[in-house]
């Protein structure tokens, strides 16, 4: 069982940035993906980003796209997204989830292919 506990949200400004951490209790190295995954009041959940393989592959959500950027550190067992130039259509509940099944880059769009969740960290954006 992996349990991943996220962290960094917070009430930020139009055009900030922000920092999100996830932090595994298994080695992350023994995942094969890491992602972000955010819901807005509403909304469904939605694909932000993804790192995946031996290879560090990234995909990002079009609307992310350079102004968000996914990190792992194995050493650390934590998976982050650095967050640029934020927008009020940002604000959502971000989470994080592991996948330990070993798939093409773009099925990690799909939240249906992660096995674990963390909690989630709210990330508000004021205009």
């Known amino acids: 069982q992996v349990q991943l506990v996220e962290s960094g949200g917070g009430l930020v400004q139009t055009g900030d940035s922000l920092r999100l951490s996830c932090a595994g209790s298994?080695?992350?190295?023994?995942?094969?993906?890491l992602g972000w995954f955010r819901q807005a009041p509403g909304n469904e959940r939605e694909f932000v980003a993804a790192?995946?393989?031996?290879?560090?592959?990234?995909i990002y959500a079009g609307s992310v796209k350079g102004r968000f950027t996914i990190l792992r550190d194995d050493d650390k067992n934590t998976v982050y997204l650095q967050m640029n130039s934020l927008k009020p259509e940002d604000t959502a509940v971000y989470y994080c989830a592991a996948s330990t099944r070993t798939n093409t880059g773009n099925t990690y769009t799909h939240a249906s292919n992660y096995d674990y969740w963390g909690q989630g960290t709210q990330v508000t954006v004021s205009s």
């Open positions: 298994v080695h992350t190295a023994s995942t094969n993906a």
């Open positions: 790192i995946f393989g031996r290879i560090r592959g990234t």
